[in-house]
T-cell receptor, first 112, second 114 residues
Framework: GQSLEQPSEVTAVEGAIVQINCTYQ??????LSWYQQHDGGAPTFLSY????GLEETGRFSSFLSRSDSYGYLLLQELQMKDSASYFC?????????????FGAGTRLAVHP | EAGVTQFPSHSVIEKGQTVTLRCDPI?????LYWYRRVMGKEIKFLLH????????ESGMPNNRFLAERTGGTYSTLKVQPAELEDSGVYFC????????????FGPGTRLTVT
């Protein structure tokens, strides 16, 4: 089967750094994506890693280790507006089709 | 450029009734996807259109769900008859190319079946 595991909740304070981990078990792995969703809003794309290593985009970075079936999203200099749910999603080839498989999401609460 | 839009934003219906959800993708995006999120769980893939054709409908729960995309533009997802377990948030997403990692999501339709 295919599954993704990520923590259900993370709490941090403004200005801090937080890491949200994602482990996955899938077939035909192409890459790992991260999406952000504010309450009531649309999930929005943050990053995509197809190769091992760290990708940096401003305050956010994403890491992938294909050999460990593991990735993480790193958020630096946390701001209140970063409070949201963060989903990891694997692009995989499953059942003859190329599709995105999502995790259950990590709810990040940033406190003053 | 207008984003993905969905209608309605909320729907409350009784068990046994019918509901039709609509999605308007970003103009020019051939790929359209439907997803569902039941409270606290993963965003689960339902199906994928390429233009007007169903490319992959492996995630559709059962035959009470019918998706269409006539003319390859907007799409509808009909649930008939609705059951309690159909409650959740239904998201639509679109992308230009199937292989692109980025999908553009709509804000979702929150469906409550009572």
């Amino acid at each position: 089967g295919q599954s993704l595991e990520q923590p259900s909740e993370v709490t941090a304070v403004e200005g801090a750094i937080v890491q949200i981990n994602c482990t996955y078990q899938t077939s035909g792995f192409y890459g790992l994506s991260w999406y952000q969703q504010h309450d009531g809003g649309a999930p929005t794309f943050l990053s995509y890693n197809a190769l091992d290593g760290l990708e940096e985009t401003g305050r956010f970075s994403s890491f992938l280790s294909r050999s460990d079936s593991y990735g993480y999203l790193l958020l630096q200099e946390l701001q209140m507006k970063d409070s949201a749910s963060y989903f990891c999603a694997v692009r995989s080839f499953s059942g003859g089709y190329n599709k995105l498989i999502f995790g259950a999401g990590t709810r990040l609460a940033v406190h003053p | 450029e207008a984003g993905v839009t969905q209608f309605p934003s909320h729907s409350v219906i009784e068990k046994g009734q019918t509901v039709t959800l609509r999605c308007d993708p970003i103009s020019g995006h051939d790929n359209l996807y439907w997803y569902r999120r039941v409270m606290g769980k993963e965003i689960k893939f339902l199906l994928h259109f390429v233009k007007e054709s169903k490319q992959d409908e492996s995630g559709m729960p059962n035959n009470r769900f019918l998706a269409e995309r006539t003319g390859g533009t907007y799409s509808t997802l009909k649930v008939q008859p609705a059951e309690l377990e159909d409650s959740g948030v239904y998201f639509c997403a679109s992308s230009q190319d199937e292989g692109r990692s980025e999908q553009y999501f709509g804000p979702g339709t929150r469906l409550t079946v009572t």
